[in-house]
């Protein structure tokens, strides 16, 4: 057999295939898993940084210095359930919440989770944190830069007490008036600590109602025009410096009440552009006039008009110029923003505290924030190599198994080819419990019963041999012995080959009988058949025989049984089982037919016919083949002593065909009785 078609490939590969499914899907579920809880304990510790952070930056923005930020920290960390820490630019530390222990202090990351300043903001921590720098929530510049300067940094700008209680009684005053007109109007205090007025469906957006004068709210206090002077100073210094026209800086108010600086004038630091030479002024000399040398002419279809050569021309340098002015504009805006950005920095410096590294780490020292599912050569080695020998014990698990599947079929295959040679086949050895088992005990009963049905078979053969060779023996001796003389050829040689010869027709015709038996071709013609008289017709036939062998021959009947039957077999079966008794009755003894109705049983009512004799009896260790063809309890072969071994095989057949059932109960030396039970209807 091929190697791929074979039982033990099959269920390696299908093995393998499951196995390496399994794997693939385990991994990719574990992976999906993994990955799925990493991004969520990312976005947490995410959302948890973003939070110490800007807690830590509203802070810095707030004191001039970090006196007092251990308590903050503290409380972040117990709230978090994380290490924090702030250290200077030179690690010296400010604030952890591990402790000031220098040992702790040596176990911080080469790497700071985050720089708190709130000059330079983290602009991911605080898109993170959800704030929009530079927005209008506080100071900005207006000048389209990145305002990377906390909105809760307003240094000189924080109204003190007095202007706060004033423009908040104002502010008051104007949400009164708004709220009756109809609109829900709050006041709000930003940053700075100055007022402005929102509605709860518009959070973040100012309410301006000239009805009610709210405009009022707009005005600047002397603390707000003063700071707007200094920052307004310093800018002019700094664009003095890189040598252009200073920028005047003008104050607004924004969302959420907080003043706005924005460049009320930007210098306009750029070349004025240079006219383009008119046509045919080529080399002459500065403010010499060109003028034309003939007069123009009409234009015609097939000249074109004057100067229409030297438009592209034109407007080409007018592209040019435009283009040098827009990059002198820019250059202009991204240098006073440069210098608004410094003087807002310097401005604030004094009132916001230095810059820190922050360190956000778990409590062993680790930085979950930065873990993440990415699996390096080492842990993926070691995958492959688990999942490799995963599947190879997988493999040979299979292939144990397999191989303890296989060989009892492989056992069972070369004995069913010896079986088909004719050679004697051993017993396949079952050694297990299972189906294999059950197949093997299966194979070795059919073994067994073929070769007893072959050790029956030659037998037969040798017994109809030996049945057949007797008479015909005998015959042949008689018919030389006339031929030659030696006999007269009188009435008594005669009727002695008449003898042989009708012995030679009874058994050629109980064979025949079996083969029809065997073949299912024994037709049976039924018709309703009076049991006793059935019984008493046997009895007369054999009366004569019974009479010869001093045996008393009798019928009995036990009531009036019916029965529907073939009366030419019946009477053979019957007849059968009396010449057996007779047979096997010594001198003196008693043969007993009797009929009897039976009991309902399975198949509704029966009739029972009983042959009993006082003869010789049966073994028990004989009972199991009384019916076998050519069995006899006597294994002489003369007719003297027994038949030719097929009348009882004959009578088995005979009932079954009728639907009945023959049985024999026996003792050694009291005599046999067999009993025959046919159903009332065939």
Known sequence: MPVRKSLLTRLLVVSVLVSVMSIAATAWLAAQTTSGA?????????????????????????????????????????????RIALTTQDRKVIADSAGRDP???????????????????????????????????????????????????????????????????????????????????????????????????????????????????DVFTATERKALDKVNKLAEACMRRKGSEPVKLGLTISRGGAPRLYPASVPPDYPEPVPSPAPGAEGLADGEATRPTEQPREPSLSTPPAGAADRPAEESARRADAQRKDEAVNAAEALAANCVDSARREQLGPYVSSGALLFITSPDGSRPSESGFRLSGANTTRLVGLAAAVLAVTVAATAFAATRLTR????????????????????????????????????????????ALEEQRKAMVSDVAHELRTPLSNIRGWLEAAE??????????????????????H????????????????????????????????????????????????AAAEGDPWLTADPLRLRQAIGNLVSNAIRHTPEGGRVTVVCRCADAGPDGPGVVVEVADTGTGISAKDLPHVFDRFWRADKSRTRATGG??????????????????????????KGSVFTVHLPVTG
């Not at 080959?497 to 027709?505: C, G, H, I, K, V």
């Not at 025949?512 to 009895?539: I, K, N, S």
């Not at 030719?644 to 030396?669: F, K, W």
Request: charged letters at 25%; one cysteine or more.
């Open 103 to 217: 040992e702790h202090a040596a176990r911080l990351p080469a790497r700071p989770s985050a720089v708190v300043d709130p000059l330079s903001v983290d602009t991911t921590l605080a898109a993170a944190r959800g704030d929009t720098t530079g927005s209008g929530a506080g100071l900005g510049t207006g000048t389209g830069a990145v305002d990377r300067i906390d909105p809760r940094a307003v240094g000189p700008f924080r109204l003190p007490a007095r202007e706060r209680r004033d423009l908040r009684a104002v502010a008051e005053k104007y949400a009164e008036c708004l709220r009756q007109r109809g609109i829900d109007a709050k006041v709000v205090v930003g940053p700075s600590g100055r007022p402005s007025l929102e509605t709860p469906d518009d959070p973040g957006v100012k309410v301006t109602d000239y009805s009610c004068g709210t405009q009022e709210l």
């Open 484 to 505: 030659d003389g030696v006999v007269a050829t009188d009435p008594e040689l005669v009727t002695s080959l008449l003898e042989e010869a009708l012995l030679l027709q």
């Open 644 to 669: 030719s071994g097929l009348g009882l095989a004959i009578v088995r057949n005979l009932v079954h065909a009728h639907g009945g059932t023959v049985s024999v109960r026996s003792e050694r030396g």
């Open 408 to 451: 009892p079929l492989r056992a069972l295959t070369t004995a069913t080819q010896r079986m088909k040679t004719g050679e004697e086949t051993e017993p396949v050895p079952a050694r297990s419990a299972g189906e294999i088992s059950q197949l093997a005990a299966a194979f070795n009963d059919m073994a067994a019963h073929r070769k």
């Open 38 to 82: 990493i991004r969520q304990e990312q976005g947490q510790v995410l959302a948890d940084d973003a939070r110490i952070y800007d807690k830590l930056l509203g802070l810095a923005a707030t004191r001039p210095s970090w006196r007092g930020a251990d308590r903050t920290v503290r409380e972040l960390a117990a709230g978090t359930g994380r």
């Open 507 to 554: 058994i050629v015709n109980d064979l025949q009988d079996l083969a029809a038996a065997d073949a299912g071709t024994l037709r049976l013609h039924r018709e309703p058949v009076r049991a006793v008289e059935l019984a008493e017709q046997v009895v007369a036939a054999h009366q004569a025989r019974a009479d010869a062998a001093g045996v008393r021959l009798t």
